[in-house]
């Protein structure tokens, strides 16, 4: 039962990984949004700035894993 329940929360497509990365990549830019409300000016910006680039490096090493679990899997 619980491999049943541990198999929903594993990534097997490319696109199940986009939604992934989608839904992070909203709530990164909301997070950036109020970034940009609680600190005015350069300080703000660099922190909403940060915010899609973790979502862009964590989306490519979704991505990256995914086509690697797949070569390797595939004989």
Known sequence: ???????L???KTK???FLVIYGLGTGAVERG???LQQYPGWGGRLLFLACPVAVFMAGARILDSIERER????P
């Not at 039962?1 to 198999?7: V, W």
């Not at 070569?71 to 595939?74: L, Q």
């Open 1 to 7: 039962m619980f491999r049943s329940i541990r198999r």
């Open 9 to 11: 929360f594993v990534i």
């Open 71 to 74: 070569r390797d899997f595939i």
């Open 33 to 35: 949004i109020h970034y």
């Open 15 to 17: 696109f199940e990984a």
